[in-house]
Nanobody, 127 residues
Framework: QVQLVESGGGLVQAGGSRRLSCAAS??????????MGWFRQAPGKGQEFVAA????????VYGDSAKGRFTISRDNAKNTVYLQMNSLKPEDTAVYYC??????????????????WGQGTQVTVSS
């Protein structure tokens, strides 16, 4: 079992930055090849892949909306994955979810590959 808790959401003005954190418990990152991902869901829209990172931090994939503006990272000693979001736009408004993929060493973009999900944290970008 893995429990994921996101934090760092809130209200931010367009052009601003926000860092999301996802704290994992139940398994130690360093002992397991757990790939982690971030997804988001805006009101009235489907789930969208944002970014994913391999268990060792060296493999990273970004969704089109995140490229050049967002950075995913992880600290296995703290069992935490981060999403640094810069140059935020109103269209980035969404609930952001982190997810853990226990069966893959490399980052994947498909939500179906992920085994555990957090409850989500709301990010609202005002214009």
């Amino acid at each position: 079992q893995v429990q994921l808790v996101e934090s760092g959401g809130g209200l931010v003005q367009a052009g601003g930055s926000r860092r999301l954190s996802c704290a994992a418990s139940g398994r130690t990152f360093s002992n397991y090849a757990i790939a982690m991902g971030w997804f988001r869901q805006a009101p009235g829209k489907g789930q969208e892949f944002v970014a994913a990172i391999a268990w060792n931090g060296y493999g990273i994939v970004y969704g089109d909306s995140a490229k050049g503006r967002f950075t995913i990272s992880r600290d296995n000693a703290k069992n935490t994955v981060y999403l640094q979001m810069n140059s935020l736009k109103p269209e980035d408004t969404a609930v952001y979810y982190c997810a853990a993929d226990l069966s893959s060493r490399i980052p994947v973009t498909g939500a179906a590959s992920y085994d555990y999900w957090g409850q989500g944290t709301q990010v609202t970008v005002s214009s």
